[in-house]
C-alpha cells in the first residue's frame, strides 16, 4: 500500500508518533520529580483515579509516600498529604506555592478575576486586603453581627416551628437563614424565607456544587479542552453559575443607583465607592469585574460550606446522642434556657467548644483543599518542584493524620479535650486550610 496515497493511514501514523512522542518525552523530563504512577499517552493517570478521586489518592498515597505526582489528562499535579508536608506548603513555605493552582471547571467561568480563583498574586493581596477590611468594618467577628446571626436564628426558630414537632428536613430553612446573614453583610438586606430570590440563589449553589462533585466534574478538571464542548452533566455548573452572576450583578445596579459615598451600607457599597477612588489608576483591581466575581465567591463559599457543616453537624449529633447530651448539659450549666447565647460564653464551655471542632475536622468538608500552584523553582521534601507546576494539598489527610489526632478515623470530642477536660486547640485543625 502506498502511503502517501492513504490520508487516513497516514493521519493515524501521526497521532501515534505524537502519543508516542509525549509518553517517552514525559517520562525523559522526569528530573528530579517525586515518584508517581506511569502516565498513558492524553489520559494521564485517568485510569488510576475512578469514582471518588480523594480515595483514589489515598490509596496511591500507600504505595509512593506522603508526596507525589499524577497526571490530570495531561497535566501534572503534585498531592501533599499529611500535617506536616500540607503545613509546610500553606505556612512554612508559604510564598513558595502562594499562586492559585488550576480548578479548569471554576476557571472557564470566572476567567482568572475575583479574590477566590485568580492566579494573579497582586490582584489577590489587594482584593483580600481590601475584602479583610471591609468585612471587618461591617462586623464580622463583632458584635454587631452576632446580633444579626441572633436575629436571624429567633426568625430559623420560628420557621422551624411551623413543623408544630413533626418531622421535616431542616436543610433548606437552615440555608435561608445563612443565606440571611451573607444577604445582609454583601447587600444590605435580608429576604423572607419563601422568596423567590433565596430559592433561586440557593437552588443554583447547590447545583452547581453537587454537579461539580460528580464525575463529570472530575472529568472536566482532567480534560478542560475537549469537555468544554462535549454536552453533558458538567454544562449545568455554568448555567447555575451564569444565573447567580446575573443575580449579583443586579444586586450591584441596584446599589449603583441609591449609593451614598458617605454612607456605606454593604460590602458592595464600599467596593463601589473603592472603584470610584481608584478610577484614575490604569492598574486599579478594582474594577466591575472583578467586584462582580469577588461578591459570588464570597458569597457563594459562604452560604454553601456552613450551610452544609451544620447540616451534617445535626446528623452526627443524632448518631451519637450521649455528647448531644453532654451539650445540652453544659448549655444549660453556662446559658440557661431564657437567655441567648453569645461569643463570651465560649471560654466556659470547653466540652461544646471541642465538639463544635471535633464536627468540623470529622466532616472534612474540602477534602481536597484549594490547589496551589509554585512561585519559583523550588526543594520540597527531597524533591525539585519546577515553576507553575500545581500542587493538591489533601487536607483529609490532615485531619485524619494519627500523628495529631488521638482518634483520627472517628468522631470523638476528646481529640480537642486535655486530660483535664479543658478544650485544647490542634495545630492540625485544617478543615478549610491553613492561615499564613
Not at 278 to 287: A, D, R, T
Amino acid at each position: 500500500m502506498d502511503l502517501l496515497h492513504d490520508p487516513t493511514l497516514l493521519f493515524t501514523l501521526c497521532i501515534l508518533c505524537f502519543i508516542l512522542y509525549f509518553s517517552l518525552n514525559s517520562l525523559r523530563n522526569r528530573g528530579n520529580l517525586p515518584p508517581g504512577p506511569t502516565p498513558l499517552p492524553l489520559l494521564g493517570n485517568a485510569l488510576y483515579i475512578r469514582g471518588d478521586i480523594v480515595n483514589s489518592l489515598m490509596k496511591l498515597r500507600e504505595k509512593y509516600g506522603n508526596v507525589f505526582m499524577v497526571y490530570l489528562g495531561t497535566r501534572p499535579v503534585v498531592i501533599v498529604t499529611g500535617y506536616k508536608l500540607v503545613k509546610e506548603v500553606y505556612v512554612d513555605k508559604g510564598d513558595d506555592f502562594l499562586n492559585r493552582g488550576s480548578l479548569p471547571a471554576w476557571d472557564q467561568f470566572y476567567k482568572n478575576y475575583g479574590l477566590v480563583f485568580t492566579k494573579n498574586i497582586q490582584r489577590w493581596r489587594d482584593l483580600r486586603r481590601f475584602s479583610l477590611a471591609t468585612l471587618r468594618d461591617f462586623g464580622l467577628g463583632k458584635r454587631s453581627t452576632e446580633d444579626l446571626i441572633k436575629e436571624e436564628t429567633c426568625c430559623l426558630l420560628a420557621e422551624l416551628r411551623k413543623n408544630k414537632g413533626s418531622f421535616c428536613d431542616p436543610r433548606q430553612s437552615l440555608s435561608r437563614a445563612l443565606c440571611n446573614v451573607i444577604f445582609t453583610i454583601m447587600f444590605g438586606e435580608r429576604r423572607e424565607y419563601e422568596d423567590t430570590d433565596i430559592t433561586t440563589v440557593l437552588t443554583c449553589i447547590y447545583e452547581t456544587f453537587l454537579t461539580a462533585s460528580t464525575v463529570w466534574g472530575q472529568i472536566y478538571d482532567m480534560f478542560p479542552g475537549l469537555m468544554k464542548f462535549i454536552p453533558g452533566q458538567h454544562q449545568k455548573i455554568y448555567k447555575s453559575l451564569d444565573r447567580l452572576h446575573q443575580f449579583v450583578n443586579a444586586k450591584v445596579i441596584m446599589n449603583q443607583k441609591t449609593l451614598d459615598p458617605n454612607n456605606p451600607r454593604d460590602f458592595v457599597d464600599a467596593f463601589l465607592i473603592k472603584m470610584e477612588k481608584e478610577k484614575v489608576n490604569p492598574n486599579s483591581e478594582f474594577n466591575m469585574k472583578n467586584l462582580l466575581a469577588s461578591t459570588l465567591q464570597i458569597f457563594f463559599a459562604g452560604v454553601e460550606t456552613t450551610s452544609t457543616t451544620i447540616t451534617y453537624s445535626l446528623l452526627i449529633l443524632m448518631k451519637y446522642p450521649d455528647v448531644l447530651a453532654k451539650v445540652h448539659k453544659e448549655i444549660d450549666k453556662v446559658i440557661g434556657r431564657i437567655r441567648s447565647p453569645s461569643i463570651q460564653d465560649r471560654n466556659h464551655m470547653p466540652y461544646t467548644e471541642a465538639v463544635m471542632h471535633e464536627l468540623q475536622r470529622f466532616i472534612d468538608l474540602l477534602p481536597t483543599g484549594v490547589p496551589r500552584k509554585t512561585t519559583k523553582e523550588v526543594e520540597f521534601n527531597g524533591y525539585t518542584l519546577p515553576k507553575d507546576m500545581d500542587v493538591f494539598p489533601i487536607l483529609t489527610s490532615v485531619l485524619k493524620d494519627p500523628t495529631c489526632f488521638k482518634y483520627p478515623k472517628e468522631f470523638n470530642p476528646e481529640n480537642f479535650l486535655n486530660e483535664k477536660e479543658e478544650f485544647q486547640k490542634n495545630v492540625a485543625f485544617m478543615p478549610l486550610a491553613a492561615a499564613q
